[in-house]
């Protein structure tokens, strides 16, 4: 009954109250995610119960009134983005970080929806996840047509904002007492009431699937129903509020932005040149369940992302991290003064690195080098790589390879008997379809299979050169 006038309309106080004593017993099903997110939100102490159970009681009435003052709103309901393919990896640290009391994955669509009473600043450090935001609403049944535009200027007003309204104006509380302690070391409090901020907001339309309109207004639609129900003002540069609507198909799930930045620039990402996010970084260490004492090495650290990253959650393990590039030396090792990173840094090629035989227990790295989609350098550089890797692996070591040559990683691993591929993830890097490989180092030593890798596709190479017809070329 609860579950069908939730559909219609908002529940009230008391209807919420008995709702919260069943919520132990809902199945965790698609259909009660929505459901269980309404009415998770209220925390009853026992006397309330005691009273609501009492129903012979004469003063019934009064005692609910009484106790109302004792129902708080703890639990809110929110939504992260993470990178598609890596949702699994940021489930994991939510259910170990957050402890929510219901959560949603949408795999290959990169949301994570969750109901936590976790203080604001728990979740905004979470590393794993892009962006946070305080969950609006999920709306199905939007027309793909041109009324689909009229109809997203009179629906989202009917969706219920005040929640997360609360959510952004205590991030805001949270980032300005941070920017505080950074210009002032001991802040004396204020006695003097804060203004209330007035929301200057933008809106940020993004859409899949067929529809007639565009994504801009599909944001447009959206903002101009802010305008109504509220009267807000827009700037799409000033803007502190950032509303996302996200229309999938029919569905159109709306929230509003935590954070004035990614959660995954950090201290050492604000260096325009790095293309691998910190997040990702982060994924990629949690799979490979770094532990103490551990050796890992970087043959391709680039602008130190990983292993920078992963130094500072897993700061016990001993970290390699090489380049052949000087600046990337130089940058990186500015930037692990900066934090304190346990790195030992130095300019090596990643396919001739002079350490000694089966002496790392870990390699993580991102070897899509260069410009992303560069097969011709790659076909010369990953051979190469995975020889040195065969060579200084340990046996039953594992090597995390994030990659966006699928095909050409098959191709040397499909008769590699040095290496077990455990796992193949379909990932999203910076808009391109990826991989990341988690490989394991077989139990035999170099030397000891009759054939060698970079040999094998070397005279693979030759015979197939010898198979075309030569082209005549004129002397000049």
């Given at each position: 009954i609860?579950?069908?006038?939730?559909?219609?309309?908002?529940?009230?106080?008391?209807?919420?109250?008995?709702?919260?004593?069943?919520?132990?017993?809902?199945?965790?099903?698609?259909?009660?995610?929505?459901?269980?997110?309404?009415?998770?939100?209220?925390?009853?102490?026992s006397d309330m119960e005691r009273s609501i159970a009492m129903s012979t009681s004469p003063n019934k009435k009064s005692r609910i009134e009484s106790h109302s003052e004792s129902i708080r709103y703890k639990t809110h309901n929110y939504f992260i983005t993470v990178s598609p393919g890596f949702e699994f990896l940021a489930e994991e640290e939510l259910a170990e970080k957050v402890r929510p009391t219901a959560m949603k994955r949408v795999d290959r669509s990169g949301k994570i929806f969750f109901s936590t009473d976790q203080p604001l600043k728990k979740?905004?450090?979470?590393?794993?996840?892009?962006?946070?935001?305080?969950?609006?609403?999920?709306?199905?049944?939007?027309?793909?047509?041109?009324?689909?535009?009229?109809?997203?200027?009179?629906?989202?007003?009917?969706?219920?904002?005040?929640?997360?309204?609360?959510?952004?104006?205590?991030?805001k509380s949270i980032e300005k007492e941070e920017a505080d302690a950074l210009t002032i070391p001991n802040p004396s409090p204020?006695?003097?009431?804060?203004?209330?901020?007035?929301?200057?907001?933008?809106?940020?339309?993004?859409?899949?699937?067929?529809?007639?309109?565009?994504?801009?207004?599909?944001?447009?639609?959206?903002?101009?129903?802010?305008?109504?129900?509220?009267g807000y003002k827009v700037s799409l540069k000033s803007f502190n509020m950032e509303v996302l609507a996200d229309l999938t198909g029919d569905t159109l799930v709306v929230g509003i932005s935590l954070t004035s930045q990614p959660l995954f620039v950090r201290r050492h990402s604000a260096v325009?040149?790095?293309?691998?996010?910190?997040?990702?970084?982060?994924c990629m260490g949690r799979l490979a369940r770094i532990r103490d004492g551990q050796k890992v090495?970087?043959?391709?650290?680039?602008?130190?992302?990983?292993?920078?990253?992963?130094?500072?959650?897993?700061?016990?393990?001993?970290?390699?991290?090489?380049?052949?590039?000087?600046?990337?030396?130089?940058?990186?090792?500015?930037?692990?003064n900066d934090i304190g990173a346990p790195i030992d840094v130095i300019r090596w090629n990643g396919y001739k690195v002079p350490l000694a035989p089966e002496s790392v227990d870990l390699i993580v790295s991102d070897i899509s080098v260069g410009r992303r989609g560069a097969t011709k350098n790659h076909q010369q550089l990953y051979p190469k790589l995975l020889r040195e890797a065969t060579?200084?692996?340990?046996?039953?070591?594992?090597?995390?390879?994030?990659?966006?040559?699928?095909?050409?990683?098959?191709?040397?691993?499909?008769?590699?008997?040095?290496?077990?591929?455990?796992?193949?993830?379909?990932?999203?890097?910076?808009?391109?379809?990826?991989?990341?490989?988690?490989?394991?180092?077989s139990q035999y030593k170099v030397g000891q299979l009759p054939f060698n890798l970079a040999s094998t596709m070397e005279e693979d190479r030759a015979s197939q050169s010898e198979a075309s017809p030569q082209k005549k070329t004129t002397p000049q």
């Amino acid at each position: 009954i609860l579950l069908n006038r939730s559909a219609e309309r908002r529940l009230d106080e008391q209807e919420l109250t008995v709702a919260n004593r069943f919520l132990r017993f809902l199945p965790s099903t698609n259909q009660f995610i929505y459901f269980r997110s309404q009415i998770s939100h209220i925390s009853v102490d026992s006397d309330m119960e005691r009273s609501i159970a009492m129903s012979t009681s004469p003063n019934k009435k009064s005692r609910i009134e009484s106790h109302s003052e004792s129902i708080r709103y703890k639990t809110h309901n929110y939504f992260i983005t993470v990178s598609p393919g890596f949702e699994f990896l940021a489930e994991e640290e939510l259910a170990e970080k957050v402890r929510p009391t219901a959560m949603k994955r949408v795999d290959r669509s990169g949301k994570i929806f969750f109901s936590t009473d976790q203080p604001l600043k728990k979740l905004l450090r979470l590393r794993s996840a892009d962006h946070l935001y305080a969950f609006v609403c999920e709306h199905i049944g939007v027309p793909s047509d041109a009324s689909g535009l009229t109809y997203l200027e009179h629906t989202p007003q009917s969706f219920d904002w005040s929640s997360s309204l609360d959510l952004w104006r205590s991030s805001k509380s949270i980032e300005k007492e941070e920017a505080d302690a950074l210009t002032i070391p001991n802040p004396s409090p204020s006695t003097e009431p804060t203004p209330p901020l007035e929301p200057l907001f933008r809106v940020t339309g993004k859409r899949e699937g067929n529809h007639t309109y565009k994504s801009f207004e599909v944001a447009g639609s959206v903002g101009a129903a802010l305008i109504t129900k509220f009267g807000y003002k827009v700037s799409l540069k000033s803007f502190n509020m950032e509303v996302l609507a996200d229309l999938t198909g029919d569905t159109l799930v709306v929230g509003i932005s935590l954070t004035s930045q990614p959660l995954f620039v950090r201290r050492h990402s604000a260096v325009p040149k790095t293309s691998l996010k910190s997040s990702i970084a982060y994924c990629m260490g949690r799979l490979a369940r770094i532990r103490d004492g551990q050796k890992v090495f970087d043959p391709m650290m680039g602008m130190g992302t990983i292993p920078i990253e992963l130094a500072e959650v897993w700061g016990k393990a001993h970290y390699v991290a090489s380049d052949i590039q000087q600046e990337c030396h130089s940058d990186v090792v500015k930037h692990m003064n900066d934090i304190g990173a346990p790195i030992d840094v130095i300019r090596w090629n990643g396919y001739k690195v002079p350490l000694a035989p089966e002496s790392v227990d870990l390699i993580v790295s991102d070897i899509s080098v260069g410009r992303r989609g560069a097969t011709k350098n790659h076909q010369q550089l990953y051979p190469k790589l995975l020889r040195e890797a065969t060579r200084i692996l340990k046996i039953g070591g594992k090597c995390l390879l994030l990659t966006n040559e699928k095909h050409l990683m098959h191709k040397m691993l499909s008769d590699n008997l040095y290496w077990k591929t455990m796992a193949m993830y379909g990932v999203d890097v910076n808009g391109t379809d990826g991989a990341l490989y988690l490989l394991q180092r077989s139990q035999y030593k170099v030397g000891q299979l009759p054939f060698n890798l970079a040999s094998t596709m070397e005279e693979d190479r030759a015979s197939q050169s010898e198979a075309s017809p030569q082209k005549k070329t004129t002397p000049q």
